[in-house]
């Protein structure tokens, strides 16, 4: 078992916007990268709440949710991968993909 390996926490298209990481608690919070991709000793903060992170590389956003990437290891486990779920997440966001909000 390896549960408590850091994990990057990535916008949809795929830069590292912070770190998923367990409180003393075992509350699920998102360590913010100041950058995205950018050096992950330089963080804005620890979010423990559902958040709006907006991506400084491609300006698309994300919402935060603790216990979302604990329903992804549940679906995982279950057989199922992690791109269906990526896919379903962006479906919901952007009902007609995600070119459709390109300005
Ligand atoms: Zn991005």
């Not at 990535?10 to 830069?15: I, Y």
């Not at 916007?17 to 963080?43: N, Y």
């Not at 992804?72 to 479906?91: F, H, P, Q, T």
Request: with cysteine; proline share 6%; hydrophobic share 35%.
């Amino acid at each position: 078992m390896d549960q408590d390996k850091p994990q990057v926490w990535r916008c949809p298209n795929g830069h590292a916007l912070g770190r998923v990481q367990r409180s003393s608690s075992r509350i699920r919070q998102l360590v913010l990268f100041r950058h995205a991709d950018g050096p992950e000793d330089d963080v804005i903060g620890t979010l423990e709440g559902t958040s709006e992170i907006v991506c400084s590389v491609c300006g698309y956003s994300r919402t935060w949710v603790p216990g979302e990437e604990a329903i992804r290891d549940l679906l995982i486990k279950m057989g199922r991968s992690v791109a269906l779920v990526e896919d379903e997440v962006k479906k919901e966001r952007w009902p007609d993909g995600p070119a459709a909000i390109e300005v």
